[in-house]
């Protein structure tokens, strides 16, 4: 491998860790979902890339403005904003009920990766700005560099992803109740707060 690109590959794992591990809806969603399922993380990345990866093909082929252009932002954002919402609420309508059974999301975890990747205005901006300067550099090294660039920044998103689904799944026995309702609530708080702040945001 080429030393250049190896150094390369190296900065992208690192822009892309930090961009994966700043809390968000994603993490949030991860969370709820490895409570009941170990392996929640590798689905909700495969959720992820379901939408990431044909993002990344558009933006390699000269569509990026696309994303940053207002119309697209204030639908992406109203419409991604209403939808954190309604996760969001879903989890909190858990709280009537039994925690351990109710408190959860609408949706398997990869449709849920789908949902809260495309629910994003962020992401798609993150990619049109940051993402669009790594696509660039990777496609001096070629298709396979492309290639392999994707490969890495989406084991990030696998890692990282599984890592928080598995911490959760393995501690839960520890939770007292009290524990569980303040992470729930957590969670179901941010998915709502993303939710109200995507939506306000469009017009700001």
């Known amino acids: 491998m080429d030393a250049s690109?190896?150094?390369f590959?190296?900065?992208a794992a690192g822009i892309s860790l930090s961009g994966v591990m700043m809390p968000g809806p994603l993490t949030a969603a991860t969370i709820a979902k490895g409570y009941r399922e170990q392996n929640a993380g590798i689905f909700i990345a495969l959720g992820h890339a379901v939408v990431e990866l044909p993002l990344m093909?558009?933006?390699y082929f000269g569509f990026a403005h696309f994303f940053t252009s207002p119309e697209v932002k204030k639908i992406v954002g109203l419409a991604g904003g209403l939808m954190l919402v309604f996760m969001g609420l879903m989890v909190l309508r858990g709280f009537?009920?039994?925690m351990a059974e109710t408190a959860d999301l609408p949706y398997n975890s990869l449709v849920t990766g789908i949902m809260l990747t495309g629910a994003n205005p962020y992401f798609f901006l993150w990619w049109a700005t940051i993402g669009i300067?790594?696509?660039v550099t990777a496609a001096q090294f070629g298709i396979w560099g492309l290639l392999i660039f994707a490969v890495v920044h989406w084991s990030c998103d696998l890692v990282w992803e599984q890592?928080?689904?598995v911490?959760?799944?393995r501690t839960k026995h520890?939770?007292?109740q009290t524990v569980q309702r303040v992470v729930f609530g957590i969670c179901a708080a941010a998915l709502v707060g993303f939710g109200i702040w995507f939506c306000v945001s469009v017009f700001i």
């Open 167 to 169: 911490s959760v799944f």
């Open 133 to 135: 300067a790594l696509i």
């Open 9 to 11: 590959l190296l900065s």
């Open 174 to 176: 520890l939770w007292t």
């Open 5 to 7: 690109f190896g150094l």
């Open 57 to 59: 093909a558009l933006i």
């Open 163 to 165: 890592v928080v689904s």
């Open 96 to 98: 009537r009920k039994n």
